[in-house]
């Protein structure tokens, strides 16, 4: 069975790895399972894909195993796509979510519901073991509302209204969200990828 080492010491984010590729013939391990749980990579690059192959490129150095690294970014239309790649630390370095959601709220004050349109991007890159590179992306269309709602999710999840359903991620169940959101929309990309090539 092949392994595929996941750039990330994410408990969540192995889960739904291995919920996706469930059923085919590989074995999922976080970097600090694979022994590089020291690998800090900066993530400095000026888009998602950058970010996600440069994290994924970065363990191919050390491991000829498959490698994947992800990136994900809030664009919000009003304020020309920012947070966009800054959106973790859009309120500056060492922020909290809420600082970023306070921030995101505030620059958004005067603006009307019609102006508010926004969407999630996800980009995962995959090292194969012949050093080759692929990616595949995912996207979630919708808004952000005026105030925060819901307990579940994190990040902006309170604050971003899925098109089409009037709720927040944050007020979605994990099975819901999972079922449309731009993680998963990459995930079921990456699922059909690894069905062709093994």
């Known amino acids: 069975m092949k392994r595929l080492?996941?750039?990330?010491?994410?408990?969540?984010?192995?889960?739904?790895?291995?919920?996706?590729?469930?059923?085919?013939?590989i074995a999922i391990i976080s970097k600090k399972e694979a022994g590089f749980g020291d690998l800090e990579v900066v993530e400095d690059g000026d888009?998602?894909?950058?970010?996600?192959?440069?994290?994924?490129?970065?363990?191919a150095e050390r491991s000829k195993e498959i490698i994947l690294a992800d990136d994900t970014g809030l664009f919000v239309d009003a304020l020309d796509g920012a947070p966009g790649v800054y959106s973790a630390r859009f309120a500056g370095e060492g922020c909290s979510y809420a600082d970023n959601n306070k921030k995101l709220l505030s620059a958004l004050s005067g603006v009307p519901e019609v102006g508010r349109t926004a969407h999630f991007e996800t980009v995962i890159a995959i090292v194969w073991e012949d050093g080759s590179?692929?990616?595949?992306?995912?996207?979630?269309?919708?808004?952000?509302?005026f105030e925060a709602q819901g307990e579940n999710g994190f990040g902006y999840d309170p604050l971003f209204i899925v098109e089409g359903t009037g709720r927040t991620f944050a007020q979605m169940k994990d099975e819901e969200k999972n079922q449309v959101s731009h993680r998963a929309n990459a995930l079921r990309k990456l699922r059909e990828v690894f069905e062709e090539r093994l």
């Open 5 to 25: 080492i996941l750039s990330s010491s994410n408990p969540h984010k192995i889960e739904e790895l291995s919920s996706i590729l469930k059923g085919l013939p």
């Open 47 to 59: 888009t998602l894909e950058a970010n996600a192959k440069k994290k994924a490129l970065a363990m």
């Open 133 to 145: 590179v692929q990616t595949v992306t995912g996207r979630c269309e919708g808004s952000i509302g």
